[in-house]
């Protein structure tokens, strides 16, 4: 099985631009998290989904947003970027999510904002 | 309080020595309990979950759980110069609300000289 693909791997962005990454889970999977992870703050929870609907929503900023489609794969977007966005973006997948499964995490996606 | 806490490191052990990471965390009606490993540069893969009171063992791996004290660990038996790494503590609180979360440690960086 493939694991979990995320688009693009690296991103290079100025202040005020926005930007979209992108999640593909492994297949069968079904919930999607996302996670930012920074030297200051380690990994923070973004968002998880599960069968299109967002179920959890972390401590960030309305300009944080996500979605998912019917084939699970999902999509985070951030507008109005700050220097303090950059970081490593990483979404994990997991069968169902009920609390006990294993979260699979993909490459992530390392974001720069100049 | 910061959800889930680990010795913040960096610990430094010999090639073939026993490594211990610890854990703490804060929802006593946790449910759930992993550790990840990430190498520089590199997404969090899983190498051990535990969900009951007791020790769990995977190779050279063992992990511990305490519900009472709140305390989980990992113990590495004979380590690698491979095993240096950062190791996360992540922690599923309670089901419901918080559902399709999990709150991550700081990490712990591992080097094991030969």
């Known amino acids: 099985k493939a694991g979990v693909t995320q688009t693009p791997r690296y991103l290079i962005k100025t202040r005020g631009q926005q930007v979209t990454l992108s999640c593909s889970p492994i297949?069968?999977?079904?919930?999607v998290s996302w996670y930012q992870q920074t030297p200051g703050q380690g990994l923070q929870f973004l968002f998880e989904?599960?069968?299109?609907?967002?179920?959890n929503k972390g401590n960030f900023p309305g300009r944080f947003s996500g979605r998912q489609f019917s084939n699970s794969r999902s999509e985070m977007n951030v507008s109005t970027l700050e220097l303090g966005d950059s970081a490593l973006y990483l979404c994990?997948?997991?069968?169902?999510?009920?609390?006990?499964?294993?979260?699979?995490f993909g490459p992530g996606t390392r974001l720069l904002v100049l | 309080q910061k959800e889930v806490e680990q010795n913040s490191g960096p610990l430094s052990v010999p090639e073939g020595a026993i490594a211990s990471l610890n854990c703490t965390y804060s929802?006593?009606?946790?449910?759930?309990f992993f550790w990840y490993r990430q190498y520089s540069g590199k997404s969090p893969e899983l190498i051990m979950s535990?969900?009951?009171?007791g020790d769990k063992e995977d190779g050279r791996f063992t992990a511990q759980l305490n519900k009472a004290s709140q305390y989980v660990s990992l113990l590495i038996r004979d380590s690698q110069p491979s095993d240096s790494a950062t190791y996360l503590c992540?922690?599923?609180?309670?089901?419901?609300?918080?559902?399709?979360?999990?709150?991550f440690g700081r990490g712990t960086q591992l080097t094991v000289w030969p």
């Open positions: 994990a997948s997991s069968l169902a999510w009920t609390g006990s499964e294993t979260q699979y």
């Open positions: 297949s069968g999977h079904r919930s």
């Open positions: 989904y599960f069968s299109e609907t967002q179920r």
């Open positions: 929802d006593r009606v946790s449910q759930s």
């Open positions: 535990i969900y009951s009171n």
């Open positions: 992540a922690v599923n609180p309670r089901r419901g609300s918080t559902l399709g979360r999990l709150y």
